[in-house]
């Protein structure tokens, strides 16, 4: 199987948010790849590799609806 290359990006306002939550510092993580379900980061000085997922946005909006 191939090694997919990604390109890194800064990452955007709502992922800075994202970051936060998880308890990482938005300014030393890269954005490498985006999905429905994962976000996965790079950090910039030690170069770990962190898989994120991603709250599902349908149970969210039923404890919306329940509140």
């Given at each position: 199987?191939?090694?997919?290359e990604?390109?890194r990006?800064?990452?955007?306002?709502?992922?800075?948010?994202?970051l936060k939550?998880?308890?990482?510092?938005?300014?030393?993580?890269?954005?490498?790849?985006e999905?429905?379900?994962?976000?996965v980061?790079?950090s910039?000085?030690?170069?770990?590799?962190?898989v994120?997922?991603?709250?599902?946005?349908?149970?969210?909006?039923?404890?919306?609806?329940l509140?």
């Amino acid at each position: 199987m191939l090694k997919r290359e990604y390109k890194r990006r800064e990452p955007t306002n709502e992922e800075r948010i994202f970051l936060k939550s998880r308890g990482l510092i938005p300014d030393s993580w890269l954005i490498l790849y985006e999905n429905k379900s994962v976000l996965v980061v790079v950090s910039r000085r030690r170069s770990y590799r962190k898989v994120l997922k991603k709250p599902r946005k349908k149970l969210m909006k039923k404890e919306k609806e329940l509140c």
